[in-house]
């Protein structure tokens, strides 16, 4: 019996469009910019640990989704029914066919069109499609990228932490936090240590000592050292800081601390959030 691509297009559509990442309100960036232009690494980084596949693909063929079938689309965008090549698994469970199905919106162009994407390369994190072989799910719609030697090589990387053995857990939330003073004026060590969702230690150690600038670090295990010294910003272990930690010390973290000591564990605190900087991950609101 031959198969109705139209009919098998109305399928897949109806099977998919449904899903909570599509229909999401906020507006994604426009899935087909420049790679070169810079893709912040808390964004891929979240990508990837919300990703079971990311692909290098091309694509082969295009079909606009109308409208008032494009639930949860956002303004001034428009859906697609993408069909593409798959040139190389950066990360994937299994393997996968040679040609792939996916749903992605983009923003029109600055005239008001609908971009072409046919022949594009990509880099596109995504789910599998439960039943669906040939059928993956973008993780958000925002979650496609135009092809770089550059950012092939940043992905490849980001996915090289996120699937390590000894990968930085998830922060949940802030345990004990108490301060020590030294033996002298202006000494002592604040240490931090951190709620996981795998339940591995996390701690965080300052260290103050008479006429140093103020220095921090971060262990992973039961040993609180400061050898390790702080992340490397663009490593998972700074974007599981940068983007887990609280804003401020938490009080219920200080409960048996005086308040002297607690006064200087908070500044100590908002010294690690400030070397930190910013989690710009592109998540909207």
Not at 49 to 57: C, K, N, T
Request: proline share 9%; with cysteine.
């Amino acid at each position: 019996m031959k198969r109705n691509p139209t009919a098998a297009l109305a399928m897949t559509f109806s099977l998919m469009a449904c899903s909570p990442v599509i229909a999401r309100q906020n507006a994604p960036s426009p899935v087909t910019a420049t790679a070169d232009s810079g893709v912040a690494y808390a964004r891929l980084a979240r990508l990837a640990l919300e990703s079971d596949i990311v692909l290098d693909i091309t694509i082969r063929s295009v079909a606009r989704i109308a409208p008032a079938e494009a639930t949860g689309l956002a303004p001034g965008h428009v859906r697609f029914y993408v069909t593409a090549d798959v040139g190389a698994l950066i990360r994937a469970g299994g393997p996968l066919p040679a040609r792939i199905g996916y749903l992605v919106d983009v923003p029109f162009d600055p005239r008001g069109r609908a971009p072409n994407l046919k022949r594009q390369r990509v880099i596109a994190f995504a789910r599998a499609v439960a039943g669906r072989p040939d059928q993956v799910q973008l993780v958000t719609p925002d979650a496609q990228f135009a092809w770089s030697p550059t950012l092939d090589q940043r992905v490849r990387d980001v996915v090289r932490e996120v699937i390590a053995p000894d990968a930085p857990p998830t922060i949940t939330g802030i345990g004990n936090a108490f301060h020590v003073p030294g033996t002298l004026p202006g000494e002592g060590e604040t240490q931090i240590f951190l709620k996981t969702a795998t339940g591995n230690p996390v701690s965080l150690l300052i260290l103050r000592r008479p006429g140093e600038e103020r220095r921090w670090a971060l262990s992973l295990g039961d040993i609180i050292d400061e050898a390790g010294g702080a992340p490397k910003p663009d490593t998972l272990a700074w974007y599981r800081l940068a983007c887990g930690l609280p804003d401020t010390l938490p009080e219920p973290s200080l409960q048996s601390q005086e308040e002297p000591n607690a006064a200087i564990a908070r500044e100590d605190y908002a010294f690690v959030r400030e070397s930190l900087g910013q989690c710009e991950d592109g998540r909207a609101g």
